[in-house]
């Protein structure tokens, strides 16, 4: 390197992990590889060819929307659940009930679905907190 010949001296910068700046051609070139490959793969991802990388982060997607769909259909089963319990407890205080067990068995379907409910949400909470206590 022209102009700084004496630069490897001071304070041993020349030999820094074994580092020679006569090196700065090699260390251009593995950019340039570096760069088309990236160059690469962003045109792959465009053509619609996934690589194994964006694979695995489509399917986590994939699986996060299949867990975020179970606990909304299972939200919406039990709001449903909810509704005809108290749709039969109404009819059961004003009589229009033919079969007072109907009213038990909604009410006791609700409320284990609820216990389930809630115990789900507390398992999740907890393995949240969990993973945010890991040290990085």
């Not at 997607?61 to 919406?76: C, H, T």
């Not at 108290?86 to 109907?102: E, F, I, R, W």
């Not at 409320?111 to 907890?126: D, I, P, S």
């Amino acid at each position: 390197m022209p102009g700084f010949s004496g630069i490897g001296a001071v304070g041993g910068i020349g030999s820094v992990a074994g580092f020679n700046p006569a090196n700065f051609a090699q260390v251009g070139q593995v950019y340039a590889r570096q760069r088309a490959r990236i160059d690469a793969a962003g045109e792959a991802a465009a053509a619609g060819v996934v690589s194994p990388a964006a694979g695995v982060a489509q399917a986590a997607a994939a699986r996060g929307a299949d867990f975020a769909g179970a606990v909304g259909n299972g939200l919406s089963s039990l709001e449903a659940m909810d509704r005809t319990a108290s749709t039969k407890a109404v009819q059961a205080a004003t009589g229009d009930l033919n079969d007072v067990h109907d009213y038990v068995i909604a009410a006791t379907k609700l409320q284990t679905a609820t216990e389930l409910t809630t115990t789900v949400r507390n398992k999740a909470l907890e393995a949240f907190n969990e993973i945010m206590r890991m040290p990085l």
